[in-house]
């Protein structure tokens, strides 16, 4: 079993401006003195956090918070830098770091702007399976099932619920074309908290013609910025062979995906049965 992290994870902290006995001039690796409270009566980062960790906090929190939104500009730094009492190089560094998080991005001569699922370089960042042929794999999707329902024991606990949540359980086929036609060759089951997805039904997944994750941001304001995924080969059981159409014990790769949301709060479980006859599953390591 192999186990992969999409990306470092987002640390999460109060929105509040510093108090003033933090602030700093430098870039980003002066140390801020203790306080105990925000300007807003919140509690701040420990006192031996780098302030541009503590900017960085701040900025997660206040994407969290909904203040911008995916594909929308934030303020400039110098804007961020008057806002929280620091230097220009200090909120520099913290966002070059969200940057690297993927939480944002920079356009040469138009700002940084809050990262989105709608943007086509990344809008399938966290699909990683490829056709052998190269290119775009092309997968449509196929829905088979879309229920609410008291989440099992395991979702409660992977996705922090409480005993008694509800959750939604979606279960789809992805397919891709092949010499002999349009063929299966991912069998996902989705779990998602119920009170973030309350609308989500089986006739908005099928009239959505974008992204998943472009659907969850847009119409539930629940933007995926990180997962964890565990590989492991399995053997086809009769009844996920049936539905990939292929012979059962047939070699399967089986990708467990747990996303996250801001303030590192999973908020999907995916299981998928990958059948890789004509395609492989593509990591990039850095």
Partial sequence: MVAMTENPRAADADPGALASGQQGRGTGSDVGPAAAHGSEGLEVAPSFSPLYQQIKQRLVQSLQAGEWLPGRAIP???ELAARYRVSQGTVRKAIDELATDNLLVRRQGKGTF???HAEQATQYRFLRLMSD???????????????RMRAPAEVVRLLALKPGD???QVRRLLLARQPEGLRPVVLDDLWLPGSPFKGLTA???VAWRGPL????EAEFAVHMVRAEEKLRAVAAAPDEA???AVPAGTPLLSVERLAYTYGDKPVELRRGLYHTAHHHYRNLLS
């Fill in 76 to 78: 400039s730094e110098n």
């Fill in 114 to 116: 809050v990262a989105t």
């Fill in 133 to 147: 042929q190269g290119g775009d794999s092309g997968l449509q999707r196929q829905l088979l099932e879309c229920r």
């Fill in 166 to 168: 509800a959750a939604v």
């Fill in 203 to 205: 006739e908005r997944l």
């Fill in 213 to 216: 994750y472009r659907l969850f």
């Fill in 242 to 244: 049936a539905l990939l």
